[in-house]
């Protein structure tokens, strides 16, 4: 079955830029150049909210992964983080010195990494936002910067048309893709972590194995590609452009599989829910979608689970599966009834939801220490003063 709109949001003022699902898919975030942050219920009937703060166009937008926080990055040259509650309230950071054009949470939820105009990317602790390092080797902007999976690669994409991939401990470049097409708008890790995708100017789709350095596909299209995602189970890649379409890409089979028109000129964004049920797209009419995937007869609950478990279930064996390490080739069959009484279900919705209450009050603890440890700062700032202010005392008398 065709991927099919679920949801058509409209009340953003101007193009959206970016667009990202919270873990339990209640609620979508958008960005936009009307300089506001918009967060979407899912649920009919629920209102949106609009978060206003940001002083110039919004570039970006991301649920941390518990989703019970969004980072934006802003043409204002800061990044807010947010409690994406009634109330709206943020807490702000000079981050850059130009545009700040992407950010994005490790999959633990510690740090953010941001990219900007001002060439460089810098990575910070969520919780303290608190400045960690620099990466400074591009000549040009950086449009975009993500973690591996396992959070210990950072990948970076610039107008200097080279994709940089970075070792966090060490900090260093280990490879740099040269892009001698055009420049890079979007990149991204493979759920794998074993390569990562690239949408370029050049119209094309380009996926590296990033431990051999090689190009294992290349898509062409015949227009810029703005955005892209992968849909967790890695089998999938689902694009926009500028010719205002949103492309799936069968990455098992190396070819393009659906052409989804919706939006009126350019697809600015497109990013798959956590659980790649359903996929959301934004564009430069304003419009934020919502598409149902439809296009895997198997349950993506199973999918997931069996990737977590590190079995892979076993498909026609196509080369890139070998190449790709993609973990999961699901058949198109139906799944055989898998003999789950409801008992079992209902235990495990009451566990899920049990967990869902734990993270969110480990999100009020980290919130509350995160004003704490703010309060404590500002603190040893005000003794580190009055300490100096003694010594300047202490040389001016005895001088």
């Not at 509650?85 to 939820?109: L, M, Q």
């Not at 060439?119 to 080797?137: A, E, I, P």
């Not at 040893?380 to 008398?397: A, G, H, M, R, T």
Request: glycine share 6%; net charge neutral.
């Amino acid at each position: 079955e065709d991927p099919s709109l679920e949801k058509h949001f409209k009340g953003h003022r101007d193009a959206v830029t970016s667009v990202d699902f919270s873990l339990n898919k209640k609620q979508l975030a958008s960005g936009s150049m009307d300089s506001c942050l918009m967060i979407w219920s899912m649920r009919p009937q629920m209102r949106a909210y609009r978060f206003v703060g940001h002083k110039d166009a919004v570039m970006c937008v991301q649920f941390s992964p518990s989703g019970h926080l969004v980072a934006s990055g802003s043409r204002d040259k800061t990044v807010r983080l947010w409690i994406p509650s009634v109330k709206g309230e943020s807490t702000v950071f000079k981050a850059h010195t130009a545009t700040v054009r992407s950010v994005h949470f490790s999959s633990d939820g510690q740090s953010l990494v941001t990219a900007s105009d001002d060439k460089t990317v810098k990575v910070w602790t969520v919780h303290r936002q608190k400045f960690l390092f620099s990466l400074s080797q591009h000549i040009n902007w950086v449009r975009c910067a993500r973690f591996s999976p396992d959070g210990r690669l950072i990948v970076s994409a610039s107008d200097d048309k080279t994709i940089k991939l970075w070792d966090k401990t060490s900090r260093e470049c280990i490879h740099s893709f040269c892009e001698h097409g055009g420049f890079v708008n979007h990149v991204d890790f493979h759920p794998s972590g074993t390569c990562i995708a690239a949408a370029g100017t050049d119209n094309t789709v380009k996926v590296w194995d990033v431990r051999m350095n090689r190009l294992l596909q290349h898509y062409q299209g015949n227009a810029v590609v703005n955005s892209l995602s992968f849909h967790p189970s890695g089998n999938y890649l689902v694009t926009a452009s500028n010719d205002s379409t949103l492309k799936i890409l069968d990455l098992l089979e190396g070819r393009l599989l659906y052409t989804l028109h919706g939006h009126q000129g350019p697809a600015t964004c497109v990013a798959f829910s956590r659980t790649g049920d359903f996929f959301a797209s934004g564009g430069s009419d304003e419009q934020v979608m919502v598409w149902k995937t439809n296009f895997d007869a198997a349950d993506y609950g199973d999918v997931l689970k069996t990737q977590k478990s590190g079995t892979s279930v076993d498909g026609t064996h196509h080369t890139l599966q070998s190449e790709m390490d993609c973990g999961v080739h699901v058949k198109k069959t139906k799944p055989q009834d898998s003999g789950r009484n409801h008992a079992q279900q209902d235990e495990e919705t009451s566990l899920a939801n049990t967990l869902e209450h734990i993270m969110e009050q480990l999100d009020v603890l980290t919130q509350t220490v995160s004003i704490l440890e703010q309060r404590l700062t500002l603190t040893e700032d005000k003794l580190k003063e009055c300490l100096e202010n003694q010594q300047k005392i202490i040389q001016n008398k005895t001088s």
